[in-house]
């Protein structure tokens, strides 16, 4: 019995759970991208943009930096230039290039392993499928001529492998029809411990109060080995005190002050961190000389760290010092020039100071004091705090017009500041005449198709490197219209809005030209050629019906399409009888008369309270009968209490629809004949309070009702309606939450009314009941601290009052809470992107109890307390949060906990970010333009940011058409732009700085017009000049005259 009620309960668990199977996105490893091209002038269809996100991270070697490697990474991409632009979709019937799904790590092996193989994987996903190449040290590997290579999948697996032929980078190429992209760099080591030498170790004899240096000079190794000393025999060991230390830098013993129990014979031992092996050095005797004691003498540092220490932001950096001396020295440490680390911890009788979860700001000078009696000795070292890089801009998948330029951008932040390099196809990329690359900035300029392929930036500093990859399309393609969009007739009512679809897909993108008849269509305050090229024509009238031309036309070919407008009469409904009292048992017809347009069908629906009426399940009581082409009538025959409600008909026809409603009553029948004066209402609910009025009725009519009668209520009865919707809700650990609707006053049936509530665990007998005495609870915790999360329980309501137990619910399954998240986020990082945005991300340990609903951020200004935090939550599964309206310039720190109904989890250690600075306050000035045609030619000076205002990284140029909200951008390196202006109208156009805290102010609006590119000669040209000083304007009009473009 006991292992069926535990298979039943397991059964249940299995079902509550299933509640609860939302996947955890999963964390990627890298991001990948196509470039490609377009064949013929097929469809656009297939060549819509596959915005993937591809991002790869850097190799580590040695040094760890928690959860930075395969981070998730959000960020926002940029708007596509073409409005044929879609998100990708993981369609198999779509041709595209290779993306990493997964990318070899880093990896040790022990030379003495049992396992004689080295898998280093690399998986990608592509169509067609991809193939795989691999790169030893920048080296192609030829797999077919070493039978200890082969290949799995894309995985290299290497057989018997040796230090001395593998050791190395490693790197995955993967390859299709469209282009390659490459890994980053796996390294792989080898971890091994050799033996001491066997020779025999000379005695060490020194005075006693003497210091002593005992050398380990440990074998070869790799990778790190741990240090440790045994006196005189295994497992005796060195006990470190501030009289006694062992180097985990040198291995050595250090012995400040020698005394006559130190006497002895000394082993060095060494662990390796990777194979756990030991080995014992030869013994090193150490004995006291004769000759007397040493004296006193000041302290000498014999172990320090170095001049420079280096540390990766997040690690932990353990800095050691000690000294030699009589007495015993002290030793003592401080950050010169500022306070040690509130987090800073000292070791080994303070011999060792440790920085766990080291920043930026923990850089600086540091001071190892050792002093005794005699005096003391000082020594300073410089620490510093890298960063590997990361991603703050990465690449989007582009798709431009043969003849476009392009323009791709990565950024990244990192300490030292990183480079940058850029692969096509896996391979280096080159400044060409086309193509330019600054400070990650990649321009070519006039694509064509020899620049289709796979191109990855690469963003790299002295302590790693990362990857990101994107596709550019080049499109080409005489316009072509979708079969949705081919001839049709479209049928409005007059002052309807219309819109003419017309959305033709093009490379380079079409000019749309729309005729009326034989006549071109001329824009005005109702007709609009929307900017996807499509037709809205305002408050349309007769005047606007016709046959309407849409033509696309490129340097490929044209297409066009047809479409034919007509203006109707706007539909309209009479429904007839509008408010009716009826008795039950009586029949009505309702009436729904349409005045409509009579080249137009007309369909007739009819609802109830707002739902159509169902004629086949009503009992035969609703028959719609179709009168006349333009009416219709419904009949209800023999009227019950519950045919009262809101009568609906809508009108539906090719152009419009109309609806109309209403309002049917429905009294008690009429049982009573004339002569009678008394009568029994009967199958009333139980202790419910009615009133009466008597209506008399003969052949002529009906008259008035009587005035209502005393309120009278009925007799107690048990109740006979249990609670609805029994459910389960959150609650806390070792909870179980009933909930349910509760029955309405009308059915409780009598005075103390409550509820029962039953429940039992699953699989057993007995139920458990416990008493609501509120007839208005909804709500029932049961709470047991022996209950486990998660038990799944049968459960039942029942009602109860004065006059006894009424019944109870239908069983229902519910599951007992299963609490607070029990762990904190981790890999918390905090990016700072503008003068008042910092980016938060996280990773949450997936729990089997205790997941969260969601995570709340909190962050605080370094000048304040963590209690005074603000806090900003997010909900399911999101694992980043960008905030907002942060102050500029500011160092902020953070946590983030997971929190769902039970309550919240432990936070996370905090994090620290600051703002970026404030954008540059001064606008471009002295603007000068002139415009040839179409183009307009701009020249500014340069912005020059104040001290606390974030340094300028180029210009945005906007311009709009007059009327128009949305503005196009340029973006420039340079004080000069060209703008093409390709419609007719007047243009606003106006310049701002772009920094890392934002755009600038904005200079001063230009209003320029354009004429439809119509060439303006250079005797037209005009030098136009905004200015705001007479001086400089004077000298830049000597420099521009005498040339119309720049």
Not at 55 to 73: D, K, N
Not at 492 to 515: D, L, R, Y
Request: with cysteine; net charge neutral; charged share 20%.
């Amino acid at each position: 019995m006991w292992l069926s009620w535990k298979l039943l309960l397991f059964l249940s668990l299995a079902g509550c759970l299933s509640d609860y199977s939302e996947a955890v996105p999963g964390l990627p490893t890298s991001y990948a991208a196509i470039l490609r091209i377009k064949s013929g002038s097929s469809s656009l269809a297939s060549f819509n943009s596959k915005n993937r996100p591809r991002l790869s991270s850097p190799s580590l070697g040695s040094v760890s930096s928690p959860g930075w490697r395969g981070a998730t990474q959000h960020y926002h991409s940029p708007t596509n230039l073409y409005h044929f632009s879609e998100t990708f979709k993981h369609d198999e019937s779509v041709d595209y290039g290779p993306v990493f799904v997964q990318e070899p790590d880093d990896m040790i092996f022990p030379t003495d392993s049992e396992e004689k193989k080295v898998s280093l994987n690399c998986q990608a996903r592509g169509n067609p499928t991809p193939t795989y190449r691999w790169l030893r040290n920048g080296t192609e590997i030829d797999i077919e001529s070493d039978y200890r290579f082969s290949l799995i999948e894309g995985s290299l697996i290497i057989s018997n492998p040796s230090e001395m032929k593998d050791s190395g980078q490693y790197q995955c190429l993967t390859t299709n029809m469209f282009g390659s992209i490459l890994s980053r760099e796996a390294v792989l080591q080898f971890a091994y411990l050799g033996n001491f030498s066997g020779r025999t170790r000379s005695a060490v004899s020194v005075r006693e109060g003497q210091g002593v240096v005992l050398m380990c000079s440990p074998p070869l190794h790799s990778p790190e080995i741990i240090y440790s000393w045994v006196f005189n025999e295994f497992p005796s060991f060195v006990a470190e005190d501030s009289r006694r230390f062992i180097s985990q830098e040198t291995g050595n013993l250090y012995i400040s002050k020698v005394q006559t129990s130190d006497v002895g014979s000394y082993i060095c031992l060494v662990k390796n961190t990777v194979t756990n092996a030991r080995v014992l050095s030869p013994p090193t005797p150490l004995t006291l000389r004769n000759d007397g004691v040493m004296g006193e003498y000041e302290p000498k540092i014999e172990v320090h760290f170095p001049y420079t220490v280096t540390a990766a932001r997040g690690t932990t950096v353990k800095m050691e010092c000690f000294a030699l001396g009589n007495p015993v020295p002290t030793i003592s440490w401080r950050k010169v020039n500022g306070h040690n680390p509130s987090k800073a911890r000292l070791r080994k009788s303070q011999a060792v100071l440790e920085i766990p979860n080291v920043q930026l700001e923990d850089s600086g000078m540091y001071e190892c004091k050792a002093e005794n009696s005699r005096g003391r000795n000082v020594f300073r070292g410089q620490l510093q705090v890298y960063t590997y890089p990361h991603w703050v801009e990465k690449l989007n998948d582009t798709q431009l017009d043969s003849g476009d330029q392009l323009r791709w951008e990565c950024k990244a932040t990192g300490k030292p500041r990183p480079t940058y390099r850029w692969l096509k196809n896996g391979a280096p990329l080159w400044p060409q005449s086309r193509i330019e690359m600054i400070n990650g900035v990649l321009m070519i300029h006039s694509v064509n198709v020899s620049d289709a392929g796979m191109y990855q930036c690469l963003a790299e500093n002295k302590y790693g490197t990362i990857y990101a990859s994107a596709e550019l399309k080049i499109l080409a393609s005489a316009p072509t219209f979708p079969l949705n969009q081919m001839r049709k007739t479209i049928i409005v009512t007059k002052g309807q809005e219309v819109v003419i679809e017309c959305k033709p897909e093009a490379s380079p993108k079409p000019t749309i030209t729309w005729k009326k008849g034989d006549k071109v269509l001329r824009e005005n305050k109702r007709i609009t050629i929307l900017p996807h090229g499509s037709l809205r024509i305002l408050n349309a009238s007769k005047s606007d019906e016709g046959r309407y031309l849409c033509q696309g036309v490129n340097v490929f070919g044209s297409a066009e399409i047809i479409a034919s407008v007509s203006v109707k009469e706007p539909t309209r409904i009479e429904l007839t009888p509008k408010k009716i009292e009826l008795t039950v048992g009586e029949s009505i017809v309702l009436s729904c008369k349409a005045l409509h347009d009579s080249t137009m069908d007309v369909t007739f629906y009819w609802t109830l309270n707002g739902q159509p009426i169902d004629f086949e399940k009503e009992g035969g009581h609703f028959e719609s009968i179709k009168a006349q082409a333009s009416s219709a009538d419904l009949m209800i025959r023999n009227i019950l209490l519950m045919h009262a409600g809101r009568y609906g008909c809508r009108v539906e026809t090719a152009a419009d629809t109309v609806s109309d409603e209403t309002e049917l009553l429905v009294r008690v029948p009429d049982l009573i004949s004339g002569d009678m004066e008394s009568a029994m209402a009967v199958e009333l609910n139980p202790w419910v309070e009615y009133e009466f009025r008597v209506v008399a009725t003969n052949k002529i009519g009906t008259g008035d009702p009587s005035a209502p009668s005393r309120v009278i209520r009925t007799n107690e009865a048990v109740p006979k309606t249990p609670p609805a919707n029994v459910s389960g809700r959150s609650g806390r650990r070792h909870e179980l939450v009933i909930a349910w609707e509760p029955v309405s006053e009308e059915f409780q049936s009598g005075e103390g009314f409550g509820y029962i509530v039953a429940f039992r665990p699953n699989g057993t007998r007995g139920w458990k009941e416990k008493m609501v005495t509120s007839s208005d609870a909804s709500k029932f915790i049961y709470r047991d601290e022996s209950v486990p999360p998660l038990t799944p329980f049968e459960v039942k309501v029942g009602v109860y009052n004065n006059k006894g137990d009424g019944p109870f619910s239908p069983i229902v399954v519910i599951c007992s809470a299963e609490g607070e998240p029990t762990a904190a986020p981790i890999d918390v990082k905090a990016t700072s992107l503008s003068v008042s945005e910092i980016l938060v991300a996280w990773k949450h340990i997936k729990e089997s109890l205790g997941r969260p609903q969601g995570f709340e951020v909190g962050y605080w200004k370094d000048m304040q307390q963590e209690e005074a935090a603000e806090k900003v939550k997010t909900e399911g599964n999101e694992s980043s949060i960008l905030l907002t309206g942060l102050e500029g310039n500011t160092l902020y720190h953070l946590t983030v906990r997971a929190y769902n109904a039970a309550g919240y989890g432990p936070p996370s250690t905090a994090v620290h970010a600051a703002t970026k600075k404030s954008p540059p306050s001064q606008a471009p000035g002295n603007i000068m333009w002139i415009q040839d045609g179409s183009h307009v030619s701009l020249g500014w000076e340069p912005v020059r940011p104040l001290a606390n205002e974030s340094d300028v990284m180029g210009y945005k140029v906007l311009f709009r058409q007059e009327g128009q909200s949305n503005s196009q951008v340029i973006e420039t390196q340079k004080t000069s732009a060209v703008v093409l202006l390709p419609d007719v109208g007047v243009y606003i156009i106006e310049v701002c700085a772009v920094s890392e805290g934002g755009d600038g102010t904005a200079s001063p609006q230009i209003r320029v017009p354009s004429f439809s590119g119509g060439k303006v000669t250079s005797a037209q040209s005009t030098l136009h000049v905004l200015s705001t000083s007479s001086s400089s304007v004077t000298l830049l009009l000597a420099l521009m005259v005498p040339s119309t473009s720049w």
